[in-house]
């Protein structure tokens, strides 16, 4: 698979892909959320919201275990 991605990718779009995955990756929750209805509309609109709150979870988390 990584071949061929190479083979299909200029440079420049590469760079643009990779981007575009740190982005989604710091907008993306941290675990699963199953109650969350897998339709692309629901899970744009939630995705920062519960982003965000399991990343608060995740520090508050981490300091209490301390």
């Known amino acids: ?3 061929a991605l190479r083979e299909a990718l ?4 590469a760079d ?6 740190i982005q989604g990756k710091d907008l993306a929750p941290t675990r699963p ?7 692309p509309g629901i899970l744009k609109a ?3 919201a519960v982003a ?3 990343k608060l979870h995740d520090a508050v988390s ?3 275990k301390h």
Do not use: C, E, Q, V
């Open 10 to 13: 200029t440079p420049s779009a």
């Open 16 to 21: 643009l892909l990779g981007t575009k995955l």
């Open 1 to 3: 698979m990584w071949p």
């Open 46 to 48: 939630t995705a920062p």
């Open 33 to 39: 959320h199953p109650n969350i209805p897998p339709r």
């Open 52 to 54: 965000a709150a399991d």
């Open 62 to 64: 981490r300091h209490t």
